[in-house]
Structure formats: structure tokens, C-alpha cells
């Protein structure tokens, strides 16, 4: 039956992403699928507040000749494309169109097809594909004596100017330090006890550390603390014999034939580990929603891409699921106080509830303050030096309410995100991961 209202009461449906199609390169017909999609967003425009791209878009109307869509001079859609880092929000808590809607809006994946044509054209700048082949850059950070370079050289003012001059990356940005001890070194060699796993409703008991190139390089403390909160409770916790990125920086970026060469060695091991009775669990919410949606969406009827999608979880979604079979340590011996939680985008839309703030809460004398808000970090959105003030602008309402809270902790699931919520808070508090918080509450 035909929609003919606004709206839908039916809940959204996701089309696969049709990347392999004969038409989904061809420009001219992305060009007139842009304007449809527009001119129905410039007639809604509820999703003004959510992040730069619809203020782009919006301001490219009012200046136009004919304060229309058909004003728009075409050179400048990619203006409203590069300001999207597809955190799907619009299309989950905004838009009233999306299907089974008749007019079948889906912005983040449209803005998707319109990066990928881009990229096949060759648009992106160098720094973006740097910026973006995150296990390179950290297989060369971590290597003794350059990472001491490197983690000094992003300290320094002169050479921060310089990174902007020579790759366009903001002066003022927070760029993430580098361990020469990654977290896979750091687990290597561990002994793993699976004669006790027990499983628990969805859950098999023992999972495999997916550790992220974030988690790797940048912040391995952060790994190691959900090691110790698994453990903890009683779930073993091993890592994959091999690991390659998951793919998120590669499909914002639109090379999507480099997601395909990542998940072509990331899958048939993880299919493999949850064969023989693995879950999988990542602290990056981006990584865990590259196997939950973006892979799955990409390979429809591919066995292992589905299996792994079954088997990942968000680790807090996991504890919760251990909670409801009373499998979860409640013994706390550290009260959190007061602690203002960000809820990262890409968890939120992995359409879980807020499981992070449900295991934070079960700890006595603590109060979890929750902000649905985005930080605007998206990995490198916010250190390229076009986008760092639009950034900053969307997270300022975050550090506003920060501020007001005055807590005693303040957290977000994403670490980029907090430590961009950091830079804008500029008082000398630092962001936990709330792994890394739920430890020092065990006190372990």
C-alpha cells in the first residue's frame, strides 16, 4: 500500500548498500538522486541541529537564485557531502521519510554513493587518505625511537603548523599519542582458561578482543581495563591471531574497495573464532558497528559476514546481557559520584539502548547524567583543518552541559570523542572510558 502521509509508524528499514551495482558510480545519476533527496530536506529541514551538512545545505538554498534546489549549482553538493561522516542519526531520530516511507529517504547512505563516486574520481587530498589508513600510520608510530619522534613532533607548536601547512590538519586539534607496547603486544602470550565459560542467554562466555587500531596504538590502557572487567566476571578473553582495521575509515572515506581487502582478512577469522564458540567484542563503538550494520549492509548474503554480525557485541551491551542471567559481579567497592555520560553516536544507533549507562548505574552512590548529543569528532572530521570550528561548534552544547554538571567524572564511549569533549571543556579534566571507570569502581 502506498505511504501517502508523513511519516511512518512502521520502524525504519535498511536497504542494502548496492555498491557492486552498474549504476551506482554513474555521477550524473548520483547528481539527480542528490537533488531528489534535497529538495525533500530543504522542505522538512528537522535535522538542522544534527550536524554542519543540513546548514550546508540549507545555506546553499537561501543563497541561491531561486531559494530552491534547482538554484544550487551542482559543483557544490560534495560541500554538503564532506560534511557528513555518516553517524546515521538523521536517519534513525530524525527523518520522517526514511522507508517504508514511499519516498525511500536514506541521507547517510546516499552521502555514502556520493563519496564513493568521489573518491573513484580521485577528489580526495592525500591527507584525507593518510588520515585514513589508521593501522599504517600506526604500524609506523609504534616502532621504537619514531614514536618518540612522532608523539613529540604533535606536542610541538612549530611542528603542528607545519602538519597544517603541509596536510591541512588543524594546529589545535587533539591528535591521539602512540605506544611503542600496542595492546596486542601487551595480550600476547596470555593464558586463556575457556574450561569455565559459561553461556548466558545470547552470550557463549568467552569473547575475542577485537583491540581496534585505536585501541592498539593510541590507548591500549583502555583494552587492557575491559580485560580486567571481563575477567573479572568470570569471562575469559582472548585476541584473534590476526587483525587488520575494521574498515570505518575507508567507508567514510568512500574507498570502498579498501573496506573489501580489509573485510576479505578480518572476516574469515572472526567467522572462524565464533565457529569454535567465540564472541566478539570491541571498545570502539565505530569498529562494532562496521560488523554489526555497515559489513552485513554491504554483503547481504555473505554466511561469515552474518555469522560475525551475530557475534559482536558492544561490551557493555554484553555485561548487560550476563546481568539479566545473573552472571554479572554487582560487588562494587568504589562509588563513581556523579558522571556525566556521552553517548557516541555510533552506539546509539546500533539500536541497543543505552547499555553503558545501565551497567554504570547498578554502582551504589553513583548518578550517571546522560547526554545524547553529538561530540562532532567523527575520527578525523575533527582535526581537518576546514571542518576543526565546525566541530567544535557542534560540541559545544556537550560542554556546556558538562560545565552545568560540574561531575565527578565525565565519560564517553568513543575515547576521540571524549578527548575532543576535553579540548573544548580546556580546564585540565581529562575524559575515562567508561571501561576504564567500571574498573576503578571494582577496584581492581
Known amino acids: 500500500m502506498s505511504i501517502s502521509h508523513e511519516g511512518s509508524l512502521e520502524a525504519p528499514t535498511r536497504h542494502p548498500v548496492g555498491w557492486r551495482d552498474s549504476g551506482f558510480y554513474d555521477h550524473p545519476s548520483l547528481n539527480e538522486e542528490l537533488e531528489r533527496v534535497f529538495d525533500i530536506c530543504h522542505g522538512c529541514r528537522r535535522c538542522v541541529n ?66 564513493a563516486v568521489y573518491f573513484k574520481e580521485g577528489r580526495p587530498k592525500t591527507r584525507d587518505k593518510i588520515l585514513a589508513s589508521t593501522d599504517r600510520v600506526g604500524q609506523l608510530a609504534s616502532i621504537p625511537i619514531v614514536v618518540n619522534t612522532i ?21 589545535e586539534a587533539t591528535v591521539p599519542q602512540y605506544h611503542r607496547r600496542t595492546l596486542r603486544k601487551r595480550l600476547k602470550g596470555r593464558s586463556v582458561d575457556t574450561q569455565k565459560a559459561e553461556p548466558v542467554g545470547p552470550t557463549q562466555g568467552k569473547v575475542v578482543l577485537f583491540t581496534t587500531c585505536y585501541g592498539n596504538y593510541n590507548e591500549p590502557h583502555i583494552g587492557e581495563d575491559l580485560v580486567a572487567v571481563f575477567e573479572h566476571n568470570g ?32 572476516i574469515p577469522v572472526l567467522a572462524k573464532l565464533v565457529d569454535e564458540g567465540w564472541d566478539i567484542v570491541a571498545p570502539v563503538p565505530s569498529c562494532v558497528l562496521m560488523f554489526k550494520q555497515e559489513l552485513p549492509l554491504m554483503y547481504p548474503e555473505d554466511a561469515d559476514v552474518l555469522k560475525v554480525k551475530e557475534a559482536t557485541f558492544d561490551p557493555f551491551e554484553y555485561l548487560m546481557l550476563r546481568h539479566k542471567g545473573d552472571k554479572l559481579n554487582t560487588h562494587f567497592t568504589s562509588p563513581l559520584g556523579t558522571v556525566s555520560y556521552h553517548v557516541a553516536c555510533h552506539q546509539r544507533v ?14 551504589p552512590d553513583t548518578t550517571v547524567e546522560v547526554i545524547e548529543r553529538c561530540s ?22 556537550v560542554v556546556r552541559q558538562i560545565k552545568q554538571s560540574a561531575p565527578d567524572h565525565y565519560s564517553s564511549d568513543c575515547p576521540m570523542a571524549g578527548h575532543h569533549i576535553e579540548h573544548g571543556l580546556a580546564d585540565g579534566s581529562q575524559a575515562q572510558h567508561p571501561i576504564s571507570l567500571l574498573r576503578q569502581a571494582y577496584g581492581i
Not at 550536524?51 to 545555506?59: I, K, M
Not at 606536542?155 to 588543524?170: A, E, N, Q, W, Y
Not at 541497543?352 to 554504570?360: H, P, Q
Not at 562532532?376 to 552544547?397: L, N, Q, W
Request: proline residues 7%; glycine residues 6%; hydrophobic residues 35%.
Open 50 to 115: 544534527l550536524c554542519q551538512a543540513f546548514p550546508t545545505l540549507f545555506d546553499l538554498v537561501d543563497e541561491s537564485s531561486t531559494m530552491e534546489v534547482d538554484g544550487v549549482d551542482k559543483k557544490d553538493y560534495p560541500k554538503v557531502v564532506d560534511h557528513c561522516y555518516l553517524c546515521d542519526l538523521c536517519f534513525l531520530t530524525k527523518c520522517p521519510y526514511v522507508p517504508p516511507h514511499e519516498w525511500n529517504l536514506d541521507f547517510p547512505h546516499l552521502m555514502l554513493r556520493a563519496k
Open 151 to 171: 608523539n613529540a613532533a604533535n606536542r610541538s607548536g612549530p611542528m603542528r603548523k607545519l602538519l597544517d601547512k603541509t596536510l591541512g590538519v588543524h594546529p
Open 235 to 266: 569471562i575469559p578473553v582472548g585476541v584473534a591471531e590476526q587483525e587488520q582495521c575494521c574498515g570505518m575509515p575507508k567507508l567514510e572515506l568512500g574507498d570502498l574497495e579498501a573496506v573489501n581487502k580489509l573485510k576479505e582478512v578480518n
Open 350 to 363: 546500533q539500536r541497543i539502548g543505552m547499555k553503558t549507562r545501565d551497567v554504570l548505574k547498578l554502582i
Open 376 to 397: 562532532g569528532h567523527d575520527g578525523t572530521y575533527a582535526v581537518k583543518r576546514e571542518f576543526h570550528s565546525a566541530a567544535m561548534k557542534i560540541c559545544r552544547p
